[in-house]
């Protein structure tokens, strides 16, 4: 059974760093592309990252680019997002998501139970 | 940026069929996946590509995409399908590529 399991979810303050994990299991992590998805608390899915399967290729969101950093440890199956110039706006619940590997498109097919990143002061 | 739009809300009786549907310009040229999210829990692909259903998903659950307009169609609706639903399109015409989800429709069992 493939499963994500997030850390490193944490109180800070704007301006701080943090850093996200999500250790993989039951799957040949370095075959697939992965992805950070957040939610604030009542509110709706947003995409904030991929990477591909190597490492080589990096996606972001605009909200975040320049800011937050994807990146992998296929020898340790896992993923991980560094998260600098934290804003209040970043607050959010934080998911770690496969790329199903079965589609011609897009999508996510296997979520972690997510991360809870609150910026505050 | 490629912009899906999906009702707030939508509310069926048991044993009732729900659709929630989800807009965006030409999505029928896209693939459409939908999520079920139930509350406290993790999103759950419950269609994928249109049409397509995951092992383990029930199937009372379907998809269809054509011009304007995807919808999820869940059939005899049960109350443990009350959940959020988002759909998802891959926005590759924005730079190096955007994964995209509607707003989210609440489902409410009656």
């Known amino acids: 059974e493939v499963q994500l399991v997030e850390s490193g979810g944490d109180l800070v303050q704007p301006g701080g760093s943090l850093r996200l994990s999500c250790a993989v299991s039951g799957v040949s992590f370095s075959d697939f592309w992965m992805h950070w998805v957040r939610q604030i608390p009542g509110g709706g899915l947003v995409w904030v990252s991929r990477i591909s399967a190597d490492g080589a290729t990096t996606t972001y969101a605009d909200s975040v680019k320049g800011r937050f950093t994807i990146s992998r440890d296929n020898a340790k199956n896992t993923l991980y997002l560094q998260m600098n110039s934290l804003r209040v706006e970043d607050t959010s619940v934080y998911f770690c998501?496969?790329?199903?590997?079965?589609?011609?498109?897009?999508?996510?097919?296997?979520w972690g139970q997510g991360t809870t990143v609150t910026v505050s002061s | 940026s490629y912009v899906l739009t999906q009702p707030s809300s939508v509310s069926v009786a048991p044993g009732q069929t729900a659709k929630i549907t989800c807009g965006g310009n030409n999505i029928g040229f896209r693939n459409v996946h939908w999520y079920q999210q139930r509350p406290g829990q993790a999103p759950l692909l419950v269609v994928h590509?249109?049409?397509d259903r995951p092992s383990g998903i029930p199937e009372r659950f379907s998809g269809a995409n054509s011009g304007n307009t995807a919808t999820l169609t869940i059939n005899r609706v049960e109350a443990g399908d009350e959940a959020d639903y988002y759909c998802?399109?891959?926005?590759?015409?924005?730079?190096?590529?955007?994964?995209?989800f509607g707003r989210g429709t609440k489902l409410t069992v009656l």
């Open positions: 998802q399109v891959w926005d590759s015409d924005s730079g190096r590529g955007n994964v995209v």
């Open positions: 590509d249109d049409d």
């Open positions: 998501a496969r790329d199903h590997p079965g589609s011609s498109s897009v999508v996510l097919d296997v």
